[in-house]
């Protein structure tokens, strides 16, 4: 089945520093990819669609200049988490929309689990 | 505002039995449903989906139910195993996915 990849799987930073994550689809081309945080024994919320080489659309409530979205090919998304504070400590979670064995569909990531101190 | 929600956040059922998982959503245009698998510290699982114009689906060892005219869709597991314990999520495809709460279903040796 389709593979998406994410890296890191985790990580730690002080805060005020920059993290990126990247997003990858591993065997297929994923027109769209997608966004998402999940706190502690909450949902997955949405935080942004992007489509390759266009600019992301944010959902309501997300700052787009703090999570910098780059989907510069169609295998590949990166979230850059800018001057990350503890309260941007979550799991992030990447997921891309393809077609893969002639189905279109959309698979997840591992996630990556981010811990601002 | 309009959202897919859950009934119940914990469901305890015993090895070997059937699981029932509930879902109520909002949005009566929808018209595409995925129930989604997450283990501790993963991303989530395709399960199995459904469109609006059936009303059951089967997978194996699981049928997902859906009733338009109440707006509520489930997950039934046949048979659950200690493997099945998991959060459960559905999800509504409105050209990106909405997720609820979540069903947390502890399976008891």
């Known amino acids: 089945g389709a593979v998406v990849s994410q890296h890191p799987s985790w990580v730690i930073c002080k805060s005020g520093t920059s993290v990126k994550i990247e997003c990858r689809s591993l065997d297929f081309q994923a027109t769209t990819m997608f966004w998402y945080r999940q706190f502690p024994k909450q949902s997955l919320m949405l935080m942004a669609t992007?489509?390759?080489?266009?600019?992301?659309?944010?959902e309501q409530g997300v700052e787009k200049d703090k999570f910098l979205i780059n989907h510069a090919s169609l295998t590949l998304s990166t979230l850059t988490v800018t001057s990350a504070h503890p309260e941007d400590s979550s799991f992030y979670i990447c997921?891309?929309?393809?077609?893969?064995?002639?189905?279109?569909?959309?698979?997840f990531g591992p996630g990556t689990r981010l811990l601002v101190l | 505002g309009e959202s897919v929600g859950l009934h119940l956040p914990t469901l305890s059922v015993q090895e070997g039995d059937n699981s029932i998982i509930n879902c109520a959503y909002s949005?009566?245009?929808?018209?595409?449903f995925i129930w989604y698998k997450q283990e501790s510290g993963k991303g989530p699982q395709f399960i199995i989906d459904?469109?609006?114009?059936?009303d059951k689906r089967q997978g194996q060892r699981v049928t997902v139910l859906l009733n338009k005219t109440v707006k509520h869709l489930s997950l039934q597991i046949a048979a659950t195993q200690p493997g099945d314990s998991a959060v459960y999520f559905c999800a509504e495809n409105r050209g990106k996915l909405i997720f609820g709460q979540g069903t947390t279903l502890q399976v008891k040796p």
């Open positions: 992007s489509n390759e080489g266009s600019k992301a659309t944010y």
């Open positions: 949005n009566s245009a929808s018209d595409y």
């Open positions: 459904i469109r609006s114009n059936m």
């Open positions: 997921s891309a929309r393809g077609s893969s064995g002639g189905r279109e569909t959309q698979y």
